[in-house]
């Protein structure tokens, strides 16, 4: 299976976490207005069915109120009590005029009809007929004998017409409102019918009904008493396919519905007058036409949404991705060799940090075993006096001494000697063994509170032990029991015989060396005391210090380095230091000779090692050491010291070095000139010649008075300048031959130097 890197997977994840909520939004906002706009439709529709409502109300109260003023005239009274006949035509064309005045009233009526079944006659717009000869006797005798006293019912039209003028009707159908007379009797024999076309009614659902939308009235039977197709008028609302009669039995609702396998949405709402059902039949997909537009726009900004989240999550990926990739840089992992082991990057990174500490381990516990050997070497050092006092607080203090020398108010020094291996199981070979078996057997012994490490110096196993005691008697005491308890130990597991010398105490640490030299000095008297000593120098020099000249070994090795160096200054400074301390000294005159003829001698052993002949600084005919030794004054020797030997010296030594660095800074000018065009470095060119670089460095700038890589930077700057007046190279092609990594910071560079761009440049002096 194919590994995936971190990228790709951040991108991934990036990608689909903002995906999820903007698809998320997207759907939620679709849906919500898809549903809020179906809520407002419906609540429309149920609005629009009750003001529909409200008018058909208005016209039917209408009517039934005038039919209550026809029906409590004297007229009708009068005319329902007379058979009408010839004689009766005065009262028949009052009735005519009652009824015909109500139907000018603005209530739709079309025709009243009056029926008289005791005294067989009928009344309508047409004329007089005698009841039992009309052609719907049956049908209008059937409304007669109904048990409601007053009702509104749906008849056909044709009931009302006689059969000469059938063709008259406008609508199939009329809503009729049907009350029985007289009124004030028990078994009334009469009716009178208000008959309003459904044809004008219907107007009044057309008004606000839309092209999807259907309104119609339905009776308490479920019959269509209005639609806008005159041809289902009179059927069941079932005969249309619509299967929720059974949902409309409240006084309103909103309901879904198929009709004819589509799903409408229907508001209805049940007229507390009648019972009559109001309804408004609307298909789901009118409904939803809105919708889907909502849902192509929302569709619209989800995407660009998707767009720039996407973007922005590739964007942010890769840039939160860059540190890892700097890292894998950093480490030297490559992108195929992770996907090759099928590792991710903190894998691989885990790895190579893994690797660092096992190094780091490792390296650690090899610079343990250094930092040992180099203490052990800065230890022997000390001793020697080869250490500046003012260095070897700060160099105790860096090993890990400086709390026990804090502790410590008195110290001495030891000295162990083996005493001979003759007439022992050991040979010569076996000294330097012997020798470190007593240095452990030593560090064993004394606890590491109490002295610091052991050295082995000219066979001399040495140490400084030290006490927090304030007394010397005190450590005296202590110290005897110790170098006691050394001996038997080593003479029980060695079977040898060691000699140990004891310094006089001391309390500060510049007296080491002078200690190291009494623990040698009482460790001599084994030629007087035989073998096997324990000696103390304070029972060999009257309890005084050992008398030492302490020649400053240190000033004189910088001395010499200051004359290799030619450095005048440095180098009468330090001449000046060396011969301080060395008449500072309470000597007689004849010790003062020692240390400067020792000098003197060091001075000339460097002349002759540096191939400097005696007649380059020597003017005279007589010894140098003769000259020295009839000096009497220290001004006298310092000035000699300084003007015979030093001075000419430095000068050779500074010939040389002008030959040498003219020598050398004319190799790396060459070195720039060859190959300023490549990645050249002031170590490449310490590699070439063999040099140390910090040291090609200061002698570059001491002959140029420059430095290398401002040189370098100005000779590619002439070359760019030479190369846009004389050829046409593109200005990125010269600046990628002077190994600038981006063109524009060669232009910048270009116009900082110069004062304007690398391209003016060449119209400037192409023009000229």
Same mark, same amino acid.
């Given at each position: 299976?194919?590994?995936?890197?971190?990228?790709?997977?951040?991108?991934?994840?990036?990608?689909?976490?903002?995906?999820?909520?903007?698809?998320?939004?997207?759907?939620?906002?679709?849906?919500?207005?898809?549903?809020?706009?179906?809520?407002? &439709?419906?609540?429309?529709?149920?609005?629009?069915?009750?003001?529909?409502?409200?008018? &058909?109300?208005?016209?039917?109260?209408?009517?039934?109120?005038?039919?209550?003023?026809?029906?409590?005239?004297?007229?009708?009274?009068?005319?329902?009590?007379?058979?009408?006949?010839?004689?009766?035509?005065?009262?028949?064309?009052?009735?005519?005029?009652?009824?015909?005045?109500? %139907?000018?009233?603005?209530?739709?009526?079309?025709?009243?009809?009056?029926?008289?079944?005791?005294?067989?006659?009928?009344?309508?717009?047409?004329?007089?007929?005698?009841?039992?000869?009309?052609?719907?006797?049956?049908?209008?005798?059937?409304?007669?004998?109904?048990?409601?006293?007053?009702?509104?019912?749906?008849?056909?039209?044709?009931?009302?017409?006689?059969?000469?003028?059938?063709?008259?009707?406008?609508?199939?159908?009329?809503?009729?409102?049907?009350?029985?007379?007289?009124?004030?009797?028990?078994?009334?024999?009469?009716?009178?019918?208000?008959?309003?076309?459904?044809?004008?009614?219907?107007?009044?659902?057309?008004?606000?009904?839309?092209?999807?939308?259907?309104?119609?009235?339905?009776?308490?039977?479920?019959?269509?008493?209005?639609?806008?197709?005159?041809?289902?008028?009179?059927?069941?609302?079932?005969?249309?396919?619509?299967?929720?009669?059974?949902?409309?039995?409240?006084?309103?609702?909103?309901?879904?519905?198929?009709?004819?396998?589509?799903?409408?949405?229907?508001?209805?709402?049940?007229?507390?007058?009648?019972?009559?059902?109001?309804?408004?039949?609307?298909?789901?997909?009118?409904?939803?036409?809105?919708?889907?537009?909502?849902?192509?726009?929302?569709?619209?900004?989800?995407?660009?949404?998707?767009?720039?989240?996407?973007?922005?999550?590739?964007?942010?990926?890769?840039?939160?991705?860059?540190?890892?990739?700097?890292?894998?840089?950093?480490?030297?992992?490559?992108?195929?060799?992770?996907?090759?082991?099928?590792?991710?990057?903190?894998?691989?990174?885990?790895?190579?940090?893994?690797?660092?500490?096992?190094?780091?381990?490792?390296?650690?516990?090899?610079?343990?075993?250094?930092?040992?050997?180099?203490?052990?070497?800065?230890?022997?050092?000390?001793?020697?006096?080869?250490?500046?006092?003012?260095?070897?607080?700060?160099?105790?203090?860096?090993?890990?001494?400086?709390?026990?020398?804090?502790?410590?108010?008195?110290?001495?020094?030891?000295?162990?000697?083996?005493?001979?291996?003759?007439?022992?199981?050991?040979?010569?070979?076996?000294?330097?063994?012997?020798?470190?078996?007593?240095?452990?057997?030593?560090?064993?012994?004394?606890?590491?509170?109490?002295?610091?490490?052991?050295?082995?110096?000219?066979?001399?196993?040495?140490?400084?032990?030290?006490?927090?005691?304030?007394?010397?008697?005190?450590?005296?005491?202590?110290?005897?029991?110790?170098?006691?308890?050394?001996?038997?130990?080593?003479?029980?597991?060695?079977?040898?015989?060691?000699?140990?010398?004891?310094?006089?105490?001391?309390?500060?640490?510049?007296?080491?060396?002078?200690?190291? %030299?009494?623990?040698?000095?009482?460790?001599?008297?084994?030629?007087?005391?035989?073998?096997?000593?324990?000696?103390?120098?304070?029972?060999?020099?009257?309890?005084?210090?050992?008398?030492?000249?302490?020649?400053?070994?240190?000033?004189?090795?910088?001395?010499?380095?200051?004359?290799?160096?030619?450095?005048?200054?440095?180098?009468?400074?330090?001449?000046?230091?060396?011969?301080?301390? &060395?008449?500072?000294?309470?000597?007689?005159?004849?010790?003062?000779?020692?240390?400067?003829?020792?000098?003197?001698?060091?001075?000339?052993?460097?002349?002759?090692?540096?191939?400097?002949?005696?007649?380059?600084?020597?003017?005279?005919?007589?010894?140098?050491?003769?000259?020295?030794?009839?000096?009497?004054?220290?001004?006298?020797?310092?000035?000699?010291?300084?003007?015979?030997?030093?001075?000419?010296?430095?000068?050779?030594?500074?010939?040389? %070095?002008?030959?040498?660095?003219?020598?050398?800074?004319?190799?790396?000018?060459?070195?720039?000139?060859?190959?300023?065009?490549?990645?050249?470095?002031?170590?490449?060119?310490?590699?070439?010649?063999?040099?140390?670089?910090?040291?090609?460095?200061?002698?570059?700038?001491?002959?140029?008075?420059?430095?290398?890589?401002?040189?370098?930077?100005?000779?590619?700057?002439?070359?760019?300048?030479?190369?846009?007046?004389?050829?046409?190279?593109?200005?990125?092609?010269?600046?990628?031959?002077?190994?600038?990594?981006?063109?524009?910071?060669?232009?910048?560079?270009?116009?900082?130097?110069?004062?304007?761009?690398?391209?003016?440049?060449?119209?400037?002096?192409?023009?000229?």
């Amino acid at each position: 299976m194919r590994s995936f890197s971190f990228l790709t997977k951040m991108t991934i994840f990036g990608i689909l976490l903002s995906t999820l909520p903007v698809l998320f939004i997207g759907i939620f906002s679709y849906v919500t207005s898809s549903s809020e706009i179906q809520k407002d &439709v419906n609540k429309g529709k149920y609005q629009l069915l009750v003001q529909i409502n409200a008018n &058909v109300d208005q016209i039917l109260t209408t009517v039934n109120h005038t039919l209550n003023q026809v029906i409590n005239s004297n007229v009708l009274k009068q005319t329902m009590s007379s058979p009408l006949n010839v004689s009766d035509f005065s009262l028949y064309g009052n009735l005519r005029d009652e009824l015909l005045h109500m %139907q000018s009233f603005d209530t739709k009526l079309e025709d009243v009809v009056l029926i008289n079944n005791r005294h067989n006659w009928m009344i309508k717009n047409s004329g007089l007929y005698r009841f039992d000869q009309y052609p719907y006797h049956d049908q209008l005798n059937g409304l007669l004998e109904s048990k409601e006293e007053t009702s509104w019912a749906m008849n056909p039209s044709a009931w009302f017409y006689s059969e000469e003028s059938t063709g008259n009707a406008r609508c199939e159908y009329n809503i009729s409102l049907i009350k029985k007379l007289p009124v004030t009797e028990r078994n009334p024999y009469g009716l009178i019918m208000a008959n309003i076309p459904t044809c004008s009614l219907q107007a009044l659902l057309q008004q606000d009904a839309g092209k999807s939308d259907t309104t119609l009235v339905l009776d308490d039977k479920y019959r269509i008493l209005l639609h806008p197709d005159p041809s289902v008028i009179g059927k069941k609302v079932s005969e249309l396919g619509f299967d929720g009669e059974l949902r409309l039995n409240e006084s309103s609702g909103q309901f879904r519905s198929l009709l004819h396998n589509q799903e409408y949405s229907v508001t209805y709402y049940k007229s507390p007058t009648n019972g009559w059902i109001y309804m408004s039949i609307t298909s789901i997909a009118s409904l939803t036409k809105e919708s889907k537009k909502i849902g192509i726009y929302t569709l619209a900004v989800c995407l660009f949404m998707l767009l720039v989240t996407m973007l922005l999550a590739w964007l942010g990926s890769r840039r939160m991705y860059s540190p890892i990739q700097m890292l894998l840089k950093q480490m030297n992992v490559g992108t195929p060799e992770i996907r090759q082991t099928r590792k991710n990057e903190f894998q691989a990174i885990g790895e190579q940090i893994q690797q660092l500490f096992q190094s780091k381990s490792r390296l650690e516990s090899e610079l343990q075993q250094h930092l040992k050997q180099v203490r052990t070497l800065f230890l022997a050092k000390a001793l020697q006096g080869q250490v500046k006092n003012n260095d070897l607080t700060e160099q105790l203090e860096r090993f890990g001494y400086i709390e026990q020398l804090r502790a410590w108010d008195v110290m001495a020094v030891i000295t162990v000697q083996i005493d001979s291996l003759e007439g022992t199981r050991y040979g010569k070979p076996d000294t330097e063994l012997l020798l470190f078996a007593i240095h452990n057997m030593l560090e064993e012994l004394i606890p590491a509170a109490n002295r610091l490490g052991a050295v082995t110096i000219d066979h001399t196993v040495v140490t400084l032990i030290g006490s927090a005691s304030s007394k010397d008697s005190d450590f005296k005491t202590a110290l005897f029991p110790l170098t006691e308890q050394l001996q038997q130990q080593i003479q029980s597991l060695l079977e040898l015989t060691i000699s140990i010398g004891i310094s006089l105490p001391f309390d500060s640490v510049s007296q080491i060396p002078l200690a190291y %030299q009494e623990g040698l000095e009482a460790l001599k008297h084994r030629l007087k005391l035989g073998e096997g000593i324990v000696m103390q120098y304070e029972n060999v020099n009257q309890g005084k210090h050992y008398f030492n000249i302490r020649y400053p070994n240190h000033l004189e090795n910088d001395l010499i380095d200051a004359i290799k160096l030619a450095d005048k200054e440095k180098a009468k400074e330090l001449l000046h230091c060396f011969l301080v301390p &060395v008449f500072s000294a309470e000597m007689s005159p004849q010790e003062y000779q020692l240390p400067l003829v020792r000098l003197l001698n060091s001075l000339l052993v460097v002349q002759q090692e540096s191939g400097i002949s005696l007649n380059q600084i020597r003017q005279g005919k007589g010894s140098l050491f003769e000259e020295l030794l009839k000096l009497n004054t220290v001004k006298e020797i310092e000035d000699w010291l300084w003007s015979r030997v030093v001075c000419p010296m430095i000068q050779i030594f500074m010939d040389r %070095q002008d030959a040498q660095y003219h020598n050398i800074s004319e190799k790396i000018i060459d070195l720039i000139h060859n190959h300023y065009d490549t990645d050249l470095s002031l170590e490449d060119c310490a590699a070439k010649l063999n040099y140390n670089a910090n040291y090609l460095s200061s002698v570059f700038r001491k002959e140029t008075n420059t430095s290398f890589s401002e040189y370098l930077a100005a000779y590619r700057f002439s070359m760019a300048k030479k190369w846009l007046r004389e050829t046409d190279t593109p200005v990125k092609d010269i600046a990628s031959r002077l190994c600038y990594n981006n063109p524009q910071n060669f232009i910048r560079s270009f116009r900082k130097l110069e004062g304007i761009t690398p391209g003016q440049y060449r119209e400037k002096h192409v023009a000229t």
